[in-house]
Every structure is written in C-alpha cells, then in structure tokens.
C-alpha cells in the first residue's frame, strides 16, 4: 500500500517532505552542525532532508529501498535495514529518524539501538506521526477513513501510532539527557502539505479499505467529497516530535 512500486508514492513521500522538512530542519539548525560531524538519516525515504544536511555535514541517508536517493559529494546513500544491520558508520554527532519508527515491528529495540549509534553528546531527533486523534474527529465522513486507515495500519500492518508520544520514557532508561517533546499538528482541509500527505495516503490505501470490509464505496466517495467543502478544517494527527543526547 506504502510500497515504492505504488506509481503515487514519491508524490506522497514529497509531500511529507514539505510538510517536514521545516521542523526537521529548524530543529537541526538550532544544534549548530559543524562541517566535521557525521550524520545519519535513517529510512530517508525521498531524501531532501539528507540533502539539506548534507550540504552541512557529512550525511549517511539508509533506507530498505534507496531508489529515490541520490548520493552526492558528502551524501552516502545505504541500503540498509534499520531493525538488525549494523549501524551504517559512526559514531555519529546526529541521528535523525521521521516518519518510521512506529511503522517497526521492533521499534523500541531499534530506538535502543539508535541512541548506541550516537557519540557522547551526540543528538537524537525524532519525528512520529500519530493518528489516533483522527478518532475523535467531528466530521463523519473523513473520521470514518481515518479509522479504516488506523486500523489497516494498525491490524494489518502492525503499526503502533502513539509509539514516538511514549518514547521520551524509553530514552530516559537509555540514559539520554536533555530530552524534549513538542507536537505539531497535521491539518487538513486547507489544501496544504498535511493534506497532500493525508490525501494520497487515502487514496493508496481505499483498495484495501474496501477489499477487507472497512470502508464502503459511498464512504470512500464521502471521504473524497469532504475535502474542498467550506469549513471542511480538521486535525487528523499529531507529530510528536522528541529529541535527546547521549550524555558527554
Ligand atoms: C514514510 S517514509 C519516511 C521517509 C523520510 N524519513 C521522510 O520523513 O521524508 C518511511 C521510509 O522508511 C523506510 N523503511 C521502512 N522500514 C525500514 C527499515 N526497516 N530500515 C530502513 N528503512 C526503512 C521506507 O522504505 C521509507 O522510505
């Protein structure tokens, strides 16, 4: 449904970006990277986040599926599993990890394992993507979507939606320090990023909704018909996103 081979996915994966790249960057340049550290992005899906860095830093970009990652002058592309490979170099100054932990069938050990990737002060960032909020949507139409969505992710695919919300505590036990959560919300109906991302998630994942009993035809015409309609704003998920460092 997520798959690379989905002729929609690079578009959705662009849209993230857009809808990402302003948080992940404004968190990265507020740590001040120097030219002399290396970083890793890990499942760097579309890579424009590896880029930006890159032009920064030295940049590991690991994906399962590197088709969309190009490397560059201090941009090394990996095709590389993030739950059992080794880790891709380091130790690194920065971690960075969107929109891929909770879709981990071990994503707290991954988690674990992340922050043993990191020099001493090194920084983990952290960027999630929550939909349970989609659950309390005031908006029949798209809230009946949003928990055929949920609970595709969830049942079929095994994803754990409040996985980055509840990862400050992990960290703690890992003993990173200076460890912070902020949430930003991703809104739709204002034909924005947020919607773009949502949107093509739907459309890439109706055949499925449908197939296994979740959503009917009318309800998926429904969901299509809400977007566009004046007052149609609504909230469909938090991203939480928590950083920390490995302790000096
Ligand atoms: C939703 S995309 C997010 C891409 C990128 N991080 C971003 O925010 O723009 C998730 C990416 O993680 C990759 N991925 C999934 N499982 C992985 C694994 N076990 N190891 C490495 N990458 C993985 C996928 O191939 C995909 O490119």
């Given at each position: 449904m997520l798959?690379k081979?989905?002729?929609?996915?690079?578009?959705?994966?662009?849209?993230?970006?857009?809808?990402?790249?302003?948080?992940s960057?404004a968190?990265?340049?507020?740590?001040s990277?120097?030219?002399?550290?290396?970083?890793?992005?890990?499942?760097?899906?579309?890579?424009s986040?590896?880029s930006?860095?890159?032009?920064?830093?030295?940049?590991?970009?690991t994906d399962?599926?590197?088709r969309f990652l190009?490397p560059?002058?201090r941009?090394?592309?990996?095709?590389?599993?993030?739950?059992?490979?080794?880790?891709?170099?380091?130790?690194?100054?920065?971690?960075?990890?969107?929109?891929?932990?909770e879709?981990?069938?071990?994503?707290?050990?991954t988690?674990?394992?992340l922050?043993?990737w990191?020099?001493p002060?090194?920084h983990?960032?952290?960027?999630g993507?929550d939909?349970?909020?989609a659950?309390f949507?005031?908006?029949?139409?798209l809230?009946?979507?949003?928990?055929?969505?949920?609970d595709?992710?969830?049942?079929?695919?095994?994803?754990?939606?409040t996985f980055?919300?509840?990862l400050p505590?992990l960290?703690?036990e890992?003993g990173?320090v200076d460890?912070?959560?902020?949430?930003?919300?991703?809104v739709?109906?204002?034909?924005?990023?947020?919607?773009r991302?949502?949107?093509?998630?739907?459309?890439?994942?109706?055949g499925?909704?449908?197939?296994?009993?979740?959503?009917?035809?009318?309800?998926?015409?429904?969901?299509?018909?809400?977007f566009?309609?004046p007052?149609?704003?609504?909230?469909?998920?938090?991203?939480p996103?928590?950083?920390a460092?490995r302790?000096?």
């Open positions: 798959s081979d989905v002729p929609t996915e690079l578009a959705r994966l662009r849209a993230l970006e857009e809808l990402c790249d302003p948080i960057t968190i990265v340049e507020h740590l990277p120097e030219p002399s550290w290396r970083c890793a992005d890990v499942g760097a899906g579309a890579g986040f590896a930006w860095l890159a032009q920064r830093a030295e940049v590991v970009a399962l599926d590197t190009t560059g002058e941009l090394t592309v990996l095709t590389h599993d993030v739950t059992g490979d080794p880790a891709p170099g380091g130790p690194f100054d920065l971690v960075h990890a969107r929109f891929l932990l879709t981990l069938p071990s994503r707290a050990d988690a674990r394992r922050t043993r990191l020099r002060g090194g983990l960032v952290v960027i993507v939909l349970s909020v659950a949507s005031p908006h029949p139409a809230r009946a979507a949003a928990e055929a969505l949920l595709i992710f969830t049942e079929e695919m095994d994803l754990e939606p980055t919300r509840g505590r960290l703690a890992e990173m460890i912070r959560a902020a949430f930003h919300p991703l739709v109906g204002d034909g924005g990023p947020g919607e991302v949502m949107r093509a998630t739907f459309e890439q994942a109706y499925t909704m449908i197939a296994t009993g979740r959503l009917t035809a009318e309800q998926v015409d429904a969901a299509r018909d809400w566009g309609q007052g149609h704003l609504d909230i469909l998920a938090l991203m996103v928590v950083t460092r302790p000096a």
